[in-house]
């Protein structure tokens, strides 16, 4: 059977309707509290008719971890009530919604942020500053929110979770040695470096239970000389893949570095070799902007499914037209 993005896919329990999925991309429209508005309701529901997945942007799982001071956030109940609005919007287009569960770590911004922590006192730059190494507690404390995050997204109506393990934020911080130089349980070789996104995932998976969708976005490569590669992150990820449902395939984010050549689909060869040895979907993302390219990945077997950001956000039917085969000018991508 020739792959296209028309083909239905499962994750997990879910069954996608095809294999286009919008992104997670930052709206910067949060309140102080971090809570979503009206904009975020009709720019989701909007966005919501065509494409088989909605991942909702990075949603903070704690005050201490937020990626911005207009973002948005799951870190009490008061929360779920908005947030339930969203993922009804998104359902009335008989679409699934996931929520990205985020921890900015050292990357967490400064404006709302009252303690700067990480896996070990190394600055992702001066504007960031240098945040304070994580305690034993400290780590467990994050856990637990990660698992009421997760016990909200439920309530909230979200079909799935994604854990934010990417771009430089805190879990990322944890898998990479460029950042993580502890010598304890968390640090140190590949296995201990996993150890906390280990325990996020099984506190989320105690929550949730094993039909409930969980999957992960990673950067593939931290484009620096001793950091991450797809080779480390398999190691990582395939002893943690009968718990997962998905992988979500990105690059980059924790250093203040741009990779030298960004190009169309310039990230899918990380995918790929990441999909060789895992057998869970891989998700695709970067500059895939064009069916006759979506639907060559799928073909070929690089990944399984499809996901685009900026082309959504300036388009709303974007998803529309890749779907009854026409094409679109490139845009400038910038998933978060």
């Keep these: 059977m020739t792959l296209t993005l028309d083909n239905p896919i499962n994750l997990g329990s879910l069954r996608l309707k095809n294999r286009l999925i919008m992104a997670p991309l930052q709206q910067y429209k949060g ?38 001071k207009n973002d948005i956030g799951i870190f009490t109940d008061q929360h779920v009530e908005l947030l339930k609005k969203i993922t009804d919007a998104i359902h009335a287009h008989q679409t699934p919604a996931f929520i990205q569960l985020s921890h900015g770590g050292r ?34 404390t994050i856990v637990e929110e990660y698992r009421l995050a997760a016990k909200r997204a439920v309530a909230a109506g979200f079909d799935g979770i994604e854990i934010h ?50 999957t992960i976005r990673v950067s593939a490569t931290d484009y620096c000389t001793g950091g991450l590669t797809p080779v480390e992150l398999v190691r990582m990820l395939k002893t943690l893949e009968s718990e997962l449902d998905a992988i979500h395939v990105s690059t980059g984010g924790l250093l203040p570095i741009q990779p030298s050549d960004v190009h169309t689909g ?42 685009i950001g900026s082309p959504l956000l300036a388009d709303p039917d974007y998803a529309e037209y890749l779907l009854m085969h026409q094409e679109q000018a490139s845009t400038t991508d910038n998933d978060s």
């Design 266 to 307: 310039y990230q899918v060869p990380h995918a790929a070799a990441i999909k060789q040895h895992l057998n869970i979907p891989v998700i695709a993302v970067g500059k895939i902007y064009t069916r006759s390219l979506a639907n060559r990945i799928l073909e070929d077997q690089l990944a399984d499914c499809i996901a």
């Design 107 to 140: 990357k967490s911004s400064p404006e709302v942020t009252n303690s700067l922590v990480a896996p070990s006192a190394i600055a992702f730059d001066e504007h960031y500053g240098s945040p304070e190494p994580l305690s034993l507690a400290g780590i467990q």
């Design 165 to 214: 393990a990417a771009h430089g934020f805190l879990i990322h911080q944890f898998l990479s040695p460029l950042s993580n130089v502890r010598s304890d349980d968390y640090g140190g070789n590949s296995e201990n470096r996993a150890r906390f996104l280990k325990e996020v995932l099984l506190a989320i998976r105690g929550e949730v239970g094993r039909q409930y969708p969980v």
């Design 31 to 68: 309140t102080i509290e971090a809570f979503p508005i009206d904009h975020h309701i009709e720019h989701y529901g909007r966005r919501a008719k065509h494409v088989g997945l909605v991942i909702l942007e990075s949603t903070a799982i704690s005050p201490n971890g937020r990626l911005w």
